[in-house]
């Protein structure tokens, strides 16, 4: 498949169900509550220290990237707590709805085996909020031990320690300052699924030829002479699994449809063509400088649109509610690849993402005007 203004081909009998964008939402939600969730937590592990120097980082192998490019689990803490100098492992989770009747803790973050016996692991607590309560605890593994269960979990298809709802919920404690941050974690979550509904939109758009694609092992044909066929051909491409030979070369010329004229749904596209050609290839520096420059001018751009009602605007066409939808995808996908700009080509001319989403004006703004629109 070559960009050379000739016909672009698609064919196959298989696509993916799902797409690495799609595998990322997921991850995100993880993401989002542990990166609100840190300087609460640093507060709290003050108070168990008095009088010490405490700070809290992200640890684990999604520590700055939020998920593992390649998949998987790392069995690495979340949270690494430096107390006088002195490292404190910290696990998180936390409870969406109530009515539980078991707290689950996997069998690796709590005990090590040595030989027939499970000893818990050393110098690591669990922190636990239970978000519909407003609760939370802090505990070390050997209270899981003396208190759960070891019972097969369906959910996670695997065995763990269950500490049965009785026990668990009377170590718990009200925290007033949780109200506020479940709320930003959940605001945060409510505009990560709005964003994302982009995605099934586009599917929707382009089910004809995507279907096409599928069935009957068809040939789909896309002359790339506009933005709009560019994504067409990466949108499925994307979906199929597919790598255009001239990856690095689509790219560049991807480039070259940002302008100061350019629309919100413009730059969803675009922003969305990036992400799906970065993550397939290599970057020469000539291309990083240039990806970092239109980053840079994409981002900014954005921030232009932003409204004071909350809700973004580039065009008399869409409606505030589509204009925002394509400002918060794009908004989404450009935290991504700062970071990983960031730690793999070890880019400095970019700022690092502290906080998903805080490159929105204002979120409780947005997600309040989302809200009420829906």
């Known amino acids: 498949m070559k960009l050379d203004g000739k016909t672009i081909y698609a064919q196959s009998s298989n696509i993916k169900s799902r ?19 840190l300087e609460w937590l640093e507060d709290k592990v003050k ?18 990237l939020w998920f593992l490019r390649k998949g998987g689990v790392t069995r690495e803490p979340d949270f690494i707590a430096n107390i006088n100098n002195e490292k404190i492992e910290f696990e998180f989770q936390y ?22 016996k499970r000893e818990p692991i050393e110098n690591k607590f669990f922190v636990y909020i239970h978000k519909p309560l407003l609760k939370y605890a802090i505990f070390k593994p050997e209270w899981i031990l003396e208190n759960g269960e070891y019972g097969m979990v369906e959910a996670w298809r695997s065995y763990a320690f269950r500490v049965p709802k009785e026990k668990f919920e009377r170590l718990l404690k009200p925290d007033n300052t949780l109200k506020s941050l479940c709320q930003r974690i959940d605001a ?37 002479k506009d933005l709009d066929c560019f994504f067409k051909v990466c949108f499925i491409l994307d979906n199929l699994n597919k790598i255009p030979q001239n990856a690095n070369l689509w790219l560049i010329y991807l480039l070259s449809y940002i302008n100061k004229d350019v629309s919100l749904e413009d730059i969803s596209k675009i922003v969305y063509c990036i992400d799906f050609l970065y993550s397939k290839i290599e970057l020469k520096p000539n291309e990083l400088t240039q990806l970092i420059s239109k980053i840079k001018e994409l981002k900014k751009k954005i921030e232009e649109l932003y409204q004071s009602n909350g809700s973004y605007k580039s065009s008399l066409t869409s409606s505030p509610l589509e204009e925002t939808r394509y400002a918060l995808f ?29 490159n929105v004006g204002d979120v409780e703004k947005t997600y309040r005007l989302i809200k009420e629109a829906k």
């Open 47 to 64: 108070e168990l220290y008095p009088g010490r120097q405490v700070k809290i980082y992200k640890s684990g192998g999604d520590k700055f």
């Open 188 to 224: 945060k979550n409510f505009i990560l699924n709005f964003q994302h509904a982009l995605i099934d939109i586009d599917k929707d758009r382009l089910s004809y030829l995507l279907q096409g694609v599928i069935d009957e092992n068809k040939i789909v044909k896309i002359i790339p």
């Open 330 to 358: 794009s908004i989404n996908l450009l935290e991504d690849l700062i970071q990983d700009m960031i730690y793999y080509y070890s880019v400095t001319e970019l700022e690092p993402v502290k906080k998903i989403y805080e």
């Open 19 to 37: 797409t690495y964008l799609e595998y990322r939402k997921d991850m995100k939600k993880k993401a989002i509550a542990e990166l609100e969730v």
């Open 95 to 116: 409870a969406e709805k109530g009515g539980l009747d078991f707290y689950d803790f996997k069998v690796s973050k709590v005990a090590r085996k040595k030989g027939n």
